[in-house]
C-alpha cells in the first residue's frame, strides 16, 4: 500500500499545500513547530477515521478558518483510490470515496491501513491496561471493520446497564428484566471480541518473538498473552466462552451495584507482556521497553500484510531519534520494500541515502529547494 500524495486546505497549520510521496522512505524534516507531524496526523485520519492527538476534530481547523479539507491519494494491489475529508469547525466531519460521500466514517476503515509509532507508543509496556486496549482496538479494526461496529454497541449496552447499576436500589426491582437482557447482549459481545482480540494476540506474540529475538540475538525471549476474564479453555467453544461471562455478570451483581459500574467484560483486558518469564510491565529496563514497543509495531505491519496482502504504510513521527542506534540500525534493515514516511528535526541517518525523498517543512509549507545551509556557507565565505 502507497500514499501517493496528499493534499491540504486550511488543516491545522497547513493553508494550502500538496506534498507528493514516493514508494520507499519518505522523510518530513525541518524545525519543530512546523507542521511534520500535522502531515501525518492528516495521512492516519484515513486509516483510523480519527485524529490520532486531536480531542475535537475542530481542532484540526486552521485557527482563523471555518472548514479543513485533506485529500489523499493510494494505491494498493494496483487501484487507487482517493480519499478525501471535510471538516468544518462546527458540524461534523465528512469523508469521501473517490469524491462521493461515504455515509459512515466506519465505511471508509480498513481501506487505507497504516502502522503509526511515535514517542507516546514507546510508553505502551508501562502505560495502563487501556493503552494497551487501545492498541489492539486500533490495529484489529483496520483489519477487521465489523470490530468497530461490535465495540460500539458493546459500549452502548454497557453505558444501558451501567445507568441500571447507578440507581437507587427502589428503581432496581422494575428493571431487573432489562438488566437480565443488557448482560446476556453484553456476555454475548465480550466473547466475540474476545475471541477476535485472542486470535490477534497469537498472531502479535509470534511476530514480537521473530523481532525482539532477532534485536537481542536470541538473549531476551518475549511472550504476549492475553488477560481476560476468560481461560484459553473457554476460547476452545463460543458458548462456554459466553457463559463465562455471562456468570460473572450474574454473580457479581451485589458488587457492580456498590460500584454503580460493569465490573467484568472486555472493556477490563489488558496484554500479558513478559521477558525471560517476567511481567515486563513491572521489571523491564528502559531498553526492553523500547525494543517491546519496536517489536510491537512491526507485528503490526506484519500481521497487517498476513491478513491483506501487502504491507501498510508505516507512519514514524519522531520516534527515531529517540531510539539508540543499535534500535535505529534494526529498523532501518527492516523497513526496505515497503513505504515508510518519518518526520524527525533533520534528514539524521538518511543524510547520504540516495534513494529518500526528503520533504523539507517551514511553516506549514514545504519547500524542496533548501538552500539555507548553502546561504549560511556563503555568508561564511564573505566574512
Ligand atoms: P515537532 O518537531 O516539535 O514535533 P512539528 O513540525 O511536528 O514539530 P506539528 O505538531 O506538526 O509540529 O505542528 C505544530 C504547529 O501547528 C504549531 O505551530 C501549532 O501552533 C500549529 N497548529 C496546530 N493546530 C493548529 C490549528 N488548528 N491552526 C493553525 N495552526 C495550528
Ligand atoms: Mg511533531
Redesign the pocket.
Known amino acids: 500500500m502507497i500514499v501517493k500524495n496528499i493534499e491540504f486546505e486550511n488543516f491545522?497549520?497547513i493553508e494550502c499545500e500538496k506534498i507528493e510521496f514516493s514508494e520507499g522512505i519518505n522523510v518530513i524534516y525541518?524545525?519543530?513547530?512546523?507542521?511534520?507531524?500535522?502531515?501525518l496526523?492528516g495521512i492516519y485520519l484515513f486509516a483510523r477515521g480519527k485524529s490520532f492527538r486531536a480531542f475535537k476534530d475542530k481542532?484540526?481547523?486552521?485557527?482563523d478558518k471555518g472548514v479543513a479539507y485533506a485529500k489523499m491519494n493510494f494505491e494498493s494491489k494496483g487501484i487507487e483510490t482517493q480519499l478525501g475529508v471535510e471538516i468544518p469547525k462546527s458540524q461534523t466531519k465528512r469523508f469521501y470515496r473517490n469524491k462521493i460521500k461515504v455515509s459512515k466514517t466506519s465505511e471508509i476503515i480498513g481501506e487505507f491501513r497504516a502502522v503509526l509509532f511515535c514517542p507516546s507508543h514507546l510508553g505502551i509496556i508501562k502505560d495502563s491496561a487501556s493503552v494497551r486496549r487501545k492498541f489492539l482496538d486500533v490495529a484489529i479494526s483496520q483489519l477487521r471493520p465489523v470490530y468497530i461496529k461490535i465495540m460500539a454497541r458493546y459500549n452502548a449496552v454497557m453505558e444501558e446497564r451501567n445507568a441500571i447499576l447507578k440507581m437507587m436500589p427502589e428503581q432496581r426491582q422494575e428493571n431487573e428484566a432489562l438488566m437480565d437482557i443488557y448482560s446476556e447482549e453484553l456476555a454475548s459481545l465480550s466473547a466475540d471480541i474476545a475471541d477476535i482480540r485472542n486470535e490477534y494476540i497469537k498472531k502479535l506474540d509470534y511476530w514480537v518473538s521473530v523481532f525482539f529475538n532477532d534485536m537481542t540475538e536470541g538473549r531476551e525471549k518475549p511472550k504476549i498473552t492475553y488477560e481476560s476474564n476468560a481461560s484459553q479453555e473457554d476460547f476452545e467453544n463460543r458458548e462456554s466462552l459466553k457463559n463465562r461471562y455471562l456468570e460473572l455478570l450474574k454473580n457479581n451483581k451485589e458488587r457492580e451495584y456498590k460500584y454503580g459500574a460493569t465490573l467484568f467484560g472486555i472493556h477490563k483486558d489488558d496484554l500479558k507482556i513478559e521477558i525471560n518469564g517476567r511481567d515486563s510491565r513491572f521489571y523491564s529496563s528502559q531498553g526492553q521497553q523500547r525494543s517491546l514497543a519496536l517489536a510491537m509495531k512491526m507485528a503490526e505491519g506484519e500481521i497487517s500484510r498476513e491478513g491483506k496482502g501487502e504491507y501498510p504504510v508505516f507512519l514514524f513521527?519522531?520516534v527515531l531519534s529517540e531510539l539508540d542506534d543499535q534500535r535505529k540500525k534494526y529498523v532501518l534493515s527492516n523497513i526496505s520494500s515497503r513505504q515508510v514516511i518519518i518526520?524527525g528535526?533533520d534528514k539524521g541517518v538518511f543524510e547520504n541515502t540516495d534513494d529518500c525523498n526528503f520533504i523539507y517543512?517551514k511553516d506549514?509549507k514545504k519547500n524542496e529547494d533548501l538552500v539555507i545551509p548553502e546561504i549560511n556557507e556563503a555568508v561564511e565565505e564573505e566574512n
Open positions: 491545522r497549520n525541518g524545525e519543530n513547530a512546523q507542521g511534520k507531524t500535522n502531515i496526523e481542532e484540526l481547523v486552521k485557527f513521527d519522531d518526520t528535526c517543512i506549514g
